[in-house]
């Protein structure tokens, strides 16, 4: 099993782009989740999935959005990019919400 | 709003010394992840603290929950350098107990 895969894994964007980072999951995980870290600092919730056509915001949803169509993968997109956004985002995924969280390898994105 | 802090946010300590780090969180939960990150990598799961008094231990890391006093420990038994790391924990919320607030991170560095 690959686990969670993440694409891209770097990305520089101007301000004003917009982008869809790619996660997948091969483990039949019906919980995905996208969270960004900022340096130095701990995870942050952006949105997460508790099965395909089901998902909800997370702490920090501003100027994101998801969708799951499959129960595989959990796209994110940045519409307008801001400095702001500028972050390292882990997809991660789990079995049920008792189970622990699964990490992808994250996608470095600078925003300038 | 639930607040996790971490203490002590970094740690600097001996090889074959013992140290414990806290994670103390502000609202009711019964259901805490202990992390590890290696610098520029992703999260490891350690340890999925489900109940109170629960006590988990692999290796040289022990973790343990107290519900009533919205507090966890991570100790550490004789440390070897290659514990350096990151160490995160992070608590469930919500009602589907999806959503993980994390600490800020514990910075671990082990010296021969």
């Known amino acids: 099993n690959a686990g969670v895969t993440q694409t891209p894994k770097f990305r520089i964007l101007k301000i004003g782009q917009s982008m869809t980072l790619q996660c997948t999951q091969d483990m039949n995980h019906n919980y995905m989740y996208w969270y960004r870290q900022d340096p130095g600092m701990g995870l942050k919730l952006i949105y997460y999935s508790v099965g395909a056509g089901i998902t909800d915001k997370g702490e920090v949803p501003n100027g994101y959005n998801v969708s799951r169509s499959t129960t595989e993968d959990f796209p994110l997109r940045l519409e307008l990019a801001a400095p702001s956004q500028t972050s390292v985002y882990f997809c991660?995924?789990?079995?049920?919400?008792?189970?622990?969280?699964?990490f992808g390898p994250g996608t470095r994105l600078t925003v300038l | 709003e639930l607040k996790v802090e971490q203490n002590p946010l970094f740690l600097s300590m001996q090889e074959g010394k013992n140290y414990t780090i806290y994670c103390n969180y502000s609202?009711?939960?019964?259901?805490l992840y202990w992390y590890r990150q290696d610098p520029g990598k992703s999260l490891e799961s350690l340890f999925v603290l489900l109940s109170n008094g629960a006590v988990k231990q692999e290796g040289r890391l022990m973790a343990s929950l107290d519900t009533k006093a919205r507090l966890s420990t991570l100790h550490i038994t004789a440390a070897v350098h290659d514990l350096s790391a990151t160490y995160f924990c992070?608590?469930?919320?919500?009602?589907?107990?999806?959503?993980?607030?994390f600490g800020e991170g514990t910075q671990l560095t082990v010296n021969p």
């Open positions: 609202t009711t939960s019964d259901r």
């Open positions: 991660a995924s789990s079995y049920t919400d008792f189970y622990e969280q699964f």
């Open positions: 992070a608590v469930a919320t919500g009602t589907s107990g999806s959503r993980l607030t």
